[in-house]
């Protein structure tokens, strides 16, 4: 077991970004991500049954929700497993977040606040080639803002390669800790900066108390148990597929 949380696994996610005291973790995370666009002054965590009531298998997503003190809804999720719909899934949610702020009445003024969704991706989508991705409604033909109403930003983790000396930006520095976290033998830049070195006293295993302990070592064994599930099924397809190739291509031979 590393020094620090996994990031990754349920209770590592909760414990970074999901509890009252790393609220000042996650303002200054989504702060340094909307870096000369936004500044969250607070917020409040929210019940996830009021945005998620879907059956999804939970396997390995994990979610926090939120709302600023200007209304507005945040959704931070750490997604481990691969999904061909998960741009579409996004979509559907921000949507379901928005339109349950209706009121009735004809006195409503569709008022609605902004929501954004901020997804931590430990996989790659073949259409999106870049680390991170900021998605808004645009006017297609003047290429401008139309509104920021619904903000989508997806951060493809094996996409972001720098080294702890290369991290410049604020931001970088933020996402190189995420990273890799769960392998750091100390938490980078603590020194230089107070935030980060509150995320180690959090985050750190030997600080945690025993009953936080006993749910996060619960939840790493879920998370490899998991992990190892999949990729003991995609290398059992994989034999498979190699093996009804050459069936294949040794019938294929003596037909011919």
């Given at each position: 077991?590393?020094?620090?949380?996994?990031?990754?696994?349920?209770?590592?996610?909760?414990?970074?970004?999901?509890?009252?005291?790393?609220k000042?973790l996650?303002?200054?995370?989504?702060?340094?991500?909307?870096?000369?666009?936004?500044h969250?002054?607070?917020?409040t965590?929210?019940?996830?049954?009021?945005?998620?009531?879907?059956?999804?298998?939970?396997?390995?997503?994990?979610?926090?929700?939120?709302?600023?003190?200007?209304?507005?809804?945040?959704?931070?999720?750490?997604?481990?497993?691969?999904?061909?719909?998960?741009?579409?899934?996004?979509?559907?949610?921000?949507?379901?977040?928005?339109?349950?702020q209706?009121?009735?009445?004809?006195?409503?003024?569709?008022?609605?606040?902004?929501?954004?969704?901020?997804?931590?991706?430990?996989?790659?989508?073949?259409?999106?080639?870049?680390?991170?991705?900021?998605?808004?409604?645009?006017?297609?033909?003047?290429?401008?803002?139309?509104?920021?109403?619904i903000?989508?930003?997806?951060?493809?983790?094996?996409?972001?390669?720098?080294?702890?000396?290369?991290?410049?930006?604020?931001?970088?520095?933020?996402?190189?800790?995420?990273?890799?976290?769960?392998?750091l033998?100390?938490?980078?830049?603590?020194?230089?900066?107070?935030?980060?070195?509150?995320?180690?006293?959090?985050?750190?295993?030997?600080?945690?108390?025993?009953?936080?302990?006993d749910?996060?070592?619960?939840?790493?064994?879920?998370?490899?148990?998991?992990?190892?599930?999949?990729?003991?099924a995609?290398?059992?397809?994989?034999?498979?597929?190699?093996?009804?190739?050459?069936?294949?291509?040794?019938?294929?031979?003596?037909?011919?």
């Open positions: 077991m590393g020094r620090f949380v996994n990031p990754f696994t349920d209770e590592g996610f909760k414990i970074v970004f999901g509890q009252e005291i790393s000042p996650l303002l200054d995370f989504l702060n340094s991500l909307l870096e000369g666009e936004e969250i002054v607070d917020v965590f929210s019940d996830k049954e009021q945005v998620t009531d879907y059956e999804d298998d939970r396997l390995l997503i994990y979610d926090v929700f939120c709302t600023t003190s200007d209304g507005e809804k945040i959704i931070v999720e750490m997604q481990n497993k691969k999904q061909g719909y998960f741009k579409k899934r996004s979509i559907y949610y921000l949507s379901r977040a928005i339109s349950r209706g009121e009735k009445g004809k006195e409503w003024r569709y008022d609605i606040k902004a929501v954004y969704f901020v997804a931590f991706m430990n996989f790659q989508l073949p259409d999106l080639p870049d680390f991170r991705t900021d998605v808004v409604l645009m006017d297609v033909k003047n290429k401008v803002v139309f509104s920021k109403d903000r989508m930003t997806f951060l493809q983790l094996p996409l972001f390669t720098k080294e702890q000396e290369e991290c410049e930006t604020y931001f970088e520095k933020w996402i190189y800790i995420f990273k890799n976290m769960n392998i033998e100390r938490m980078p830049w603590a020194a230089q900066n107070a935030v980060f070195e509150k995320l180690g006293e959090l985050a750190e295993v030997a600080h945690l108390g025993t009953e936080e302990r749910r996060y070592e619960r939840s790493l064994k879920h998370y490899r148990d998991t992990i190892d599930v999949f990729e003991t995609k290398e059992d397809g994989y034999a498979e597929g190699r093996a009804e190739g050459r069936a294949e291509g040794r019938a294929e031979g003596r037909a011919e």
